[in-house]
């Protein structure tokens, strides 16, 4: 009897060290913050989901892409978080430009194609977004004006302090938008339009998503921003809601997800990175109303997406805007001596 309360004992000893030892490595200690670009509720529900599948405390900060890369930059002896997630990834070029960005080539990545991914490693894309108008259909009614069908229709004398968009400085929406009517017209061209529409516009916003709501609480007739999100507006009840994209052609964005230099639990990021090329973890901006087209093949894209597909894209060059971006914004601003808002 001695003898097995003996053993009893060392076979408790054995199994609470052995829980000890396992606990130490077990992914349940492990922490990521996240740096996020897309919509708020689509950020909430990738974090937990991915808590829910991997153990790993996960929380988030929603920022626009101007504001992402301010704070990495000042962060950079001392990263806060470790993934920056979503959001178009011209301005994750320009992160790799100030080597604020670490390459992971996740095993999942094979499944993604070439022209949605560095092939290095440094981001790869999890969505694409195209860039449009988005109107206020009573307004158009009520005056009796025909919506505008490209960029130049824009710059129309009844249109005058007609228009809302977000700031390049502060938007990756924005940013966008510049680039893409640099790359269209010509940077020289490019930048004069930029200059006669700021002319037309009433507000600049810092988030690239205001406008769209801006139109669908009939704050403003014309708003500029990723389609997916006017849909996204409209569903949610703003029936007044009509959008378009211009006939010259528009740029996209692809939101990207990448891993911060220096950023702690780097273990925990590269899971992070692994999940969210994954088919599960693409598909669930649909739950939320992210209505953007899905990187991976496998993955089934939002049928709300599909009324998109026929936009006349422009051929965007991301390499070019994300190293051109501290520049183009300079030139912007001071073309129409404007500045990122803060609110």
């Known amino acids: 009897m001695k003898m097995f309360k003996i053993v009893s004992v060392l076979l408790v000893i054995l199994l609470i060290t052995g829980c000890s030892n396992s606990g130490s490595g077990d992914k349940k200690d492990l922490t990521l913050t996240i740096y996020a670009g897309l919509m708020e509720d689509h950020a909430i529900l990738a974090a937990r989901e991915f808590e829910k599948a991997t153990g790993v405390k996960t929380n988030f900060v929603r920022m626009s892409s101007g504001e992402t890369l301010a704070r990495i930059l000042a962060e950079k002896e001392n990263m806060s ?45 999890i969505y694409v977004g195209y860039l449009g108008f988005v109107f206020d259909k009573e307004w158009f009614t009520e005056k009796g004006y025909d919506y505008p069908k490209s960029w130049q229709d824009l710059l129309k004398p009844e249109f005058k302090g007609q228009i809302v968009t977000a700031h390049p400085g502060s938007s990756g929406t924005a940013y966008t938008m510049l680039a893409t009517l640099t790359q269209l017209m010509g940077e020289e061209e490019g930048i004069a339009y930029m200059q006669r529409l700021n002319q037309q516009v009433r507000q600049y916003t810092k988030s690239g998503t205001a406008p769209g709501r801006m139109v669908g609480l009939k704050e403003i007739p014309i708003g ?120």
């Open 81 to 125: 978080a470790s993934i920056w997630y979503g959001g178009p990834v011209d301005a994750y070029i320009a992160a790799m430009s100030d080597d604020m960005l670490v390459p992971y080539v996740s095993p999942n990545a094979t499944a993604i194609p070439d022209n949605f991914k560095d092939a290095t490693g440094y981001w790869t894309g």
């Open 224 to 343: 500029i921003t990723f389609l997916h999100d006017a849909v996204k507006y409209r569903i949610e009840g703003f029936r007044d809601i009509e959008i378009g994209a211009p006939s010259e052609g528009t740029g996209f964005e692809i939101g990207g997800v990448a891993i911060l230099k220096g950023g702690p639990d780097q273990e925990a990021a590269k899971m992070f990175v692994d999940w969210a090329l994954t088919k599960e973890a693409q598909e669930l901006g649909s739950v939320v109303g992210s209505y953007q087209f899905l990187t991976n093949p496998n993955a089934v894209p939002p049928a709300e997406a599909l009324e998109l597909k026929d936009t006349n894209l422009i051929d965007y060059d991301f390499v070019w805007a994300g190293t051109n971006r501290g520049s183009l914004v300079e030139k912007f601003n001071e073309a129409t001596k404007t500045s990122p808002p803060t609110e």
